[in-house]
């Protein structure tokens, strides 16, 4: 059986800067409010000419280029979103298309924050059991636009901003180390504590056409704050422990924590809980905010440019979101 390797790493962030101040402007908060609930200073909202498929093509094609690798060599591309350009069909195929490459499959993963290491997990099996050598795997969101930008939606609205991430993963050479393993894990029960019921199929177009009440919220993320904190903060723990158990590793072999960016007083919380040191966790959170499923590929890219991220860490990657869904990866980059 193969091993899988991350052999380039990418990121597109919109160059809209929105911050604290900005949003003060059009609802009722301010930064101190902001910065203390969420660690958040600023963050990225898309222009008129970004898509999720498109900004996923901009982070590809830093991605390939870091890689080394042809677009052309590609045997499959993941997209992980919960905010795909149609309802149907995926962002997969539009970037398939957008990069000009071969009629490869394109498959699309709905698991929220949680999306891009399930994606992970996808992707490296189909590399272990040689279906295939690289693999295009991309996190994108485009939050901006769905948002309940007055003081009603600030509980959540003021959280989200808009980006992309990618990484190329690839067949490692013999004696090579790549992906460790990876785990993953869901609790329906709490799937409306974290949620966007409308738009659906029952409710779509009847809704939107002859009924729009202004007072809907539904059509609007909603999220319950500290239930999805209180869960947060063990589920991160648990399955950073359990991918730390599947490989006989110590906390102390970490070399770099990337946590999915959803709130910094999380990441914070899991760092003193795991009694780990400043320089082996990432955020970034204060200048991109949660941006869902691109967060990791996003991190794990800038921490790249900064040298914080180095070939032969053990790196270890978790998130939590939606679903309930919670997932962790270990590798070595």
């Known amino acids: 059986m193969y091993k899988t390797k991350i052999s380039g790493v990418g990121h597109y962030v919109p160059d809209n800067v929105v911050t604290n101040e900005d949003l003060s402007k059009i609802m009722d908060t301010n930064d101190a409010w902001i910065t203390e609930r969420t660690g958040i200073k600023e963050r990225r909202f898309a222009g008129p000419a970004d898509s999720p498929s498109s900004m996923g093509t901009k982070a590809a094609l830093v991605a390939l280029e870091r890689a080394g690798i042809d677009k052309n060599e590609i045997d499959f591309i993941v997209f992980a979103t919960l905010s795909p350009d149609y309802y149907f069909p995926g962002p997969g195929v539009l970037v398939q298309e957008q990069l000009g490459i071969k009629e490869v499959g394109a498959l699309d993963v709905r698991n929220q924050c949680s999306g891009f290491v399930y994606g992970l997990s996808v992707a490296d099996q189909f590399i272990k059991t040689g279906m295939y050598k690289n693999i295009l795997l991309i996190g994108s969101e485009l939050h901006s636009g769905g948002l309940d930008m007055t003081t009603r939606g600030r509980g ?3 959280i989200f901003g808009d980006g992309a991430g990618a990484v190329v993963l690839s067949r490692a050479n013999e004696g090579e180390e790549g992906i460790l393993s ?7 029960k709490y799937a409306e504590e974290l949620a966007l019921i409308a738009p659906n199929t029952a ?9 729009n009440d202004p007072d809907d919220i539904s059509y609007y993320p909603y999220m319950n704050g500290n239930f999805v904190f209180k869960h947060a903060v063990v589920r991160f723990a648990e399955v950073i422990q359990e991918a730390l158990v599947a490989n006989s590793k110590k906390i102390e072999d970490i070399d770099l924590l990337i946590p999915h960016q959803a709130n910094l007083r999380i990441s914070q919380f899991i760092q003193k809980k795991m009694a780990l040191r400043d320089d082996q966790v990432y955020n970034n959170i204060m200048r991109y905010g949660n941006t869902t499923a691109a967060s990791i590929p996003i991190a794990m890219s800038e921490a790249w440019e900064k040298g914080k991220l180095k070939r032969g860490d053990t790196v270890c990657l ?3 979101g939606s679903g309930f869904t919670w997932a962790s990866a270990l590798l070595k980059f």
């Open 318 to 320: 978790a998130a939590f």
């Open 182 to 188: 990876t785990h993953m894990h869901s609790e329906g």
């Open 156 to 158: 959540v609205s003021v």
């Open 203 to 211: 409710r779509w177009v009847p809704t939107i056409m002859e009924n």
